[in-house]
């Protein structure tokens, strides 16, 4: 009969780190997902906070749930009922282009169309709201 000692069977080993095959921004892998959904997160609950101080005021919006997901070509989400949902892969982005998803569905509970009206509403706190959306095009089919 052999007997393990406690040292080897308990073994602490540290976090391995995560292998992509792909770039971050066109990866399902779950890891990934799980070890970056609570920075994605903070970050959008405090860039939503820091944006409803001035849409909640001037335009009477207010926001449902907020939800992070590992969505496979969305950047972000608005149902009718106002709930947002944000892909976690924003954390990832220049800040630039962060405020933009995140001011885009915030005027989604306004707007829930692509209007002149929704986009007039998107540049009053994103003037470069066209750069900035060719830019995440570009990040999307891989060019960046």
């Known amino acids: ?14 976090p391995r ?19 970056n959904k609570e920075a994605a997160r903070a970050l959008v ?4 906070a820091h944006f409803m101080q001035y849409y909640g005021s001037r335009h009477g919006i207010s926001v449902g749930k907020i939800a992070i ?10 149902s009718r009922k106002g ?10 982005l220049a800040p630039a282009q962060q405020d933009y998803v ?12 692509h209007a002149k009206s929704f986009w007039n509403l998107v540049g009053e ?6 750069k900035l959306r060719a830019e995440l095009r570009r990040v999307g089919q891989g060019e960046l």
């Open 45 to 48: 609950h405090a860039r939503i």
């Open 1 to 14: 009969m052999k007997f393990f000692s406690t040292r080897s069977f308990f073994r602490i080993t540290r």
């Open 102 to 113: 995140i001011v885009h569905e915030i005027c989604h509970v306004k707007e829930f169309n």
């Open 17 to 35: 780190p995560i292998i992509l095959r792909r770039s971050i921004f066109h990866t399902r892998s779950h890891k990934l997902y799980l070890a």
């Open 125 to 130: 706190t994103i003037p470069e709201w066209k």
């Open 69 to 78: 997901r590992n969505q496979r070509s969305r950047w972000g989400s608005c």
């Open 83 to 92: 709930n947002l949902n944000f892909n976690y892969k924003l954390v990832f």
